[in-house]
């Protein structure tokens, strides 16, 4: 497998939107419960900007986009402005591939370089071991879990935060 970790191009926006809607469809990985057309995703794009904090990278494997992960902002308060929410998304038949660890390591890398970014938080909805094990791997460590916040498929679903510094 050939893969490549770039930045998003608005042409990869219609897999970046079935990526995305398959978790939907099938996961409490995300909290979203309708599908998103591309036209809807667009305003979502245009929030990652390249040159800024909330950034968008996208994993392409022998020329198909297999996956993505994103940096964007963390609460809507200045004094957050150190901090950003980040969360990666892997095509199902590129699942556990390494993918998710790659993307992770160039989002990480990019914000590390960013001047005033302290911080880093993600999300993993419970259960999901192979997420868990990936943001620990990726250098996050567990800061808590706020118990039954979300409900998805007719269950309420626990939601594990971590943290990760930015300091270089």
Known sequence: ?????????????????EIYNHYIRSSHATFDLEEFTVEDRAAWFDAHDSDSRHLLVVAEADGDVVGYATSSMFRAKAAYDGSVETTVYVAASALGLGIGRALYAELIARLVREPGLHRAYAGVALPNPASVALHLDCGFTVIGTFTEAGHKFGEYVDVQWFERSLDA
């Open 1 to 17: 497998m050939n893969l490549v970790i770039r930045s998003a191009i608005r042409e990869d926006l219609p897999a970046l939107t």
